[in-house]
């Protein structure tokens, strides 16, 4: 079989290194608010070049905790609307509605799946306040449109970058582009902790000092609470963890746009959409900072600020393509098979159309990708598909 994910093998250039690493969290006896979790701060703001970043236990909570921030802070009411693309995890949603605050679904680009620039403004109304761009993929979601939308319009630029540590804009990495970013390190991601964790950026230190302090019951001094916190810590045996795999971060994300290069080389197949990817870099003159590269003429690789958290492909009859690949023992997994606003949790979105969004959902399927796949196995991979029947 040739696994989608395999952290066994992810790990095991490094797999001393992580069991010395946890081992002396468990003999430190020290297991909360110690110096894994400052040092992996300080390493993860240097990494981002952000001057804050606030260890929290999940992807979602550091969501959840930037936006509560705000509200706290009083630069968010109940009922403000948070620009969001509809096709993202259903986690950035959560995170709006947790906060009594309105998602406004947008309808993504359907090349790169980011959220489309061009529909943002149509959107803003005088209750906005925030647009979260979600990285989805590992592909860079923000242009200079939606850069220069939030500053006139005096909104929040909230990076959702779960899925995209260590991808470029320019020569800026992600969850340093807005105001405020949320990272998860759930074991699958191309950076996981060994469980759950995840991270705030920011380089507003009132905001990082708010996030702090709500994610530790809402207490700056012990037994002194000014919010009505939260418990959601990184703890050392994580951060420990982390530590050592930021340090193999960058490796092993080019290890993942090596195999989206041969994928994107090699898949050839009429009813196939492979992933479009974008040119942020400096020499990109499109009018919304980015230009889809056409891979058959340029080396991926040039341009590439990708880190391919998904190799994410589309075909009109997916679950047959799904199951052809299986019963050639290809693992693949839907991201994602239902899109948030047709989830019984929002059963009051029920009536809402949005057919780019459900066409992504009907259609997408995810690929092997991570450093634990061979090249072999990648060229196995393409050569399945191309041989798939065509339509
Ligand atoms: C994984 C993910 C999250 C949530 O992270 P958790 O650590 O699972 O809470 C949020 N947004 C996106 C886009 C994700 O992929």
Same mark, same amino acid.
């Given at each position: 079989m040739i696994e989608f994910l395999n952290l066994n093998a992810t790990h095991s250039p490094y797999a001393d290194e992580l069991r010395e690493a946890v081992g002396q969290v468990v003999d430190s006896g020290w297991y909360l608010f110690g110096e894994e979790v400052d040092a992996f701060e300080r390493a993860f703001s240097k990494y981002n070049s952000v001057d804050n970043t606030v260890g929290v236990a999940s992807g979602l909570d550091a969501l959840r905790?930037?936006?509560?921030?705000?509200?706290?802070?009083?630069?968010?009411?109940?009922?403000?609307?948070?620009?969001?693309?509809?096709?993202?995890?259903?986690?950035?949603?959560?995170?709006?509605?947790?906060?009594?605050?309105?998602?406004?679904?947008?309808?993504?680009?359907?090349?790169?799946?980011?959220?489309?620039?061009?529909?943002?403004?149509?959107?803003?109304?005088?209750?906005?306040?925030?647009?979260?761009?979600?990285h989805l993929y590992g592909q860079n979601a923000y242009t200079r449109e939606i850069g220069h939308l939030c500053e006139k319009y005096d909104l929040k630029l909230i990076e959702d970058a779960a899925q995209a540590h260590g991808a470029y804009y320019q020569d800026r990495r992600v969850g340093s582009l807005g105001d405020a970013a949320g990272f998860s390190f759930y074991p699958g991601k191309n950076l996981g902790a060994l469980g759950d964790a995840g991270a705030i950026c920011t380089d507003n230190s009132e905001l990082a000092e708010c996030c702090r302090t709500l994610a530790n019951y809402g207490s700056q001094e012990k037994y002194t609470n000014k919010y009505q916190g939260y418990n959601s810590r990184l703890d050392e045996?994580?951060?420990?963890?982390?530590?050592?795999?930021?340090?193999?971060?960058?490796?092993?994300?080019?290890?993942?746009?090596?195999?989206?290069?041969?994928?994107?080389? &090699? @898949?050839? +197949?009429?009813? /196939?959409?492979?992933?479009?990817?974008?040119?942020? =870099? *400096?020499?990109?003159?499109? !009018?919304?900072?980015?230009?889809?590269?056409?891979?058959?003429?340029?080396?991926?690789?040039?341009?590439?600020?990708?880190?391919?958290?998904?190799?994410?492909?589309?075909?009109?009859?997916?679950?047959?393509?799904?199951?052809?690949?299986?019963?050639?023992?290809?693992? &693949? @997994?839907? +991201?994602?098979? /239902?899109?948030?606003?047709?989830?019984?949790?929002? =059963? *009051?979105?029920?009536?809402? !159309?949005?057919?780019?969004?459900?066409?992504?959902?009907?259609?997408?399927?995810?690929?092997?990708?991570?450093?634990?796949?061979?090249?072999?196995e990648a060229v196995t991979v393409s050569e399945l598909v191309n041989q798939y029947p065509h339509s």
């Open positions: 905790i930037i936006l509560r921030a705000y509200r706290e802070l009083g630069l968010m009411t109940e009922g403000d609307e948070v620009i969001v693309p509809a096709n993202t995890y259903i986690a950035s949603i959560l995170s709006i509605t947790d906060n009594d605050l309105t998602p406004v679904l947008l309808e993504p680009d359907p090349r790169s799946y980011n959220i489309d620039p061009a529909r943002v403004e149509d959107h803003i109304t005088d209750r906005t306040s925030a647009v979260m761009i979600v045996i994580q951060a420990a963890a982390l530590r050592v795999k930021l340090k193999y971060l960058d490796q092993q994300n080019q290890t993942r746009r090596e195999i989206a290069q041969q994928y994107l080389e &090699t @898949i050839d +197949h009429p009813d /196939i959409t492979l992933p479009t990817v974008y040119d942020v =870099s *400096e020499s990109a003159s499109g !009018s919304n900072g980015g230009v889809p590269v056409d891979h058959s003429a340029t080396p991926v690789t040039a341009v590439d600020s990708h880190v391919w958290h998904l190799f994410v492909v589309r075909h009109p009859d997916r679950d047959a393509l799904r199951q052809y690949l299986e019963d050639e023992g290809v693992d &693949t @997994i839907i +991201h994602y098979p /239902i899109p948030p606003h047709e989830q019984e949790a929002y =059963s *009051e979105w029920e009536d809402r !159309s949005l057919p780019i969004t459900e066409r992504i959902h009907e259609e997408v399927l995810s690929l092997p990708m991570g450093p634990h796949l061979s090249e072999e």
